[in-house]
């Protein structure tokens, strides 16, 4: 069996890995949170490189061909490295895909104003990492970001609904706005906020529009497999699902719930 690999630092990726399974059923996947080393936003460029690397080795001995590191912080910190300097000497064949570009490519069609925000953590903000890469594609376009740190651990807390979500949620698009009023079109660069979603309506300017990546990744990755077939004849078609974490499975399996609205069982399993 060849899974597919959904790698996040903890559970934001799982709100990807929900929409590709719906979209691509017939796969076999295998996902893992690195939530004992989790959140990995706030951690260094070479951490995140050596923590994602070591993450890509175990999908790799696992005999996963295809890794998506659905993690905004992974893709903006890690990826570029491992694809140019470390998979050639690993392994040619396979491949190792991120969230930045697939999202950065749907953000043209959907702006009027060319005006895009970027909500995220700060590593993935401070990296530019959308901004530079819907300037190659776009440049007529300008980009925005915005940091928001709470946003994570209201999630986590299971916060995101509450009332006490609505004053940070207001706070950072307040800052947004401020800094430039013409922003039509938000896209969620973390996998963690989709969860605040309807906090985030209440506040956002009528002509604003919020796109969450998970859509746009599946889809991408589907037309990415349509047009590798050498990779594609790679993943196995059984419909499974496996879950890991490098912390407690237990705990794993309940935050889970929070994200893909069912119970599941998850195994542990360490990197280094």
């Known amino acids: ?27 076999d996947y295998i996902y893992l949170g690195d939530n004992a080393r989790a959140p990995y936003g706030n951690r260094s460029f070479e951490r995140v490189y050596r923590f994602t690397l070591e993450a890509v080795q175990w999908f790799f001995r696992q005999e996963c061909h295809l890794v998506i590191l659905a993690c905004n912080t992974a893709s903006a910190k890690a990826l570029r490295s491992i694809q140019q300097v470390n998979l050639p000497e690993i392994d040619p064949s396979r491949r190792v895909l991120g969230v930045i570009r697939p999202t950065a490519e749907s953000v043209a069609a959907l ?33 925005t970001g915005e940091a928001c740190p709470m946003w994570v651990p209201l999630v986590e807390n299971r916060e995101y609904d509450k009332a006490g979500a609505d004053y940070f949620v207001r706070q950072h698009l307040e800052r947004l706005f401020a800094k430039d009023p013409l922003i039509d079109t938000i896209i969620l660069g973390c996998t963690h906020y989709p969860l605040l979603m309807n906090k985030i309506n209440q506040y956002l300017p009528k002509n604003a529009e919020v796109i969450s990546q998970g859509k746009y990744v599946a889809e991408a990755l589907k037309d990415y497999l349509q047009r590798h077939p050498e990779i594609e004849r790679n993943c196995t078609k059984n419909g499974t699902m496996h879950y890991f974490t490098t912390d407690s499975p237990e705990e794993f399996a309940q935050q889970a719930s929070i994200f893909l609205n069912q119970q ?9």
């Open 111 to 143: 702006s009027k104003s060319n005006h895009i925000a970027v909500l995220g953590t700060e590593g993935t903000i401070r990296s530019r990492s959308y901004e530079l890469e819907i300037g190659k594609l776009y440049p007529h376009i300008t980009v």
């Open 264 to 272: 599941i069982k998850a195994l542990q399993t360490n990197l280094e």
């Open 1 to 27: 069996m060849t899974p597919i690999g959904i790698f996040d630092s903890g559970y934001g990726g799982l709100t990807v890995l929900s929409e590709i399974r719906a979209l691509m059923p017939e796969y």
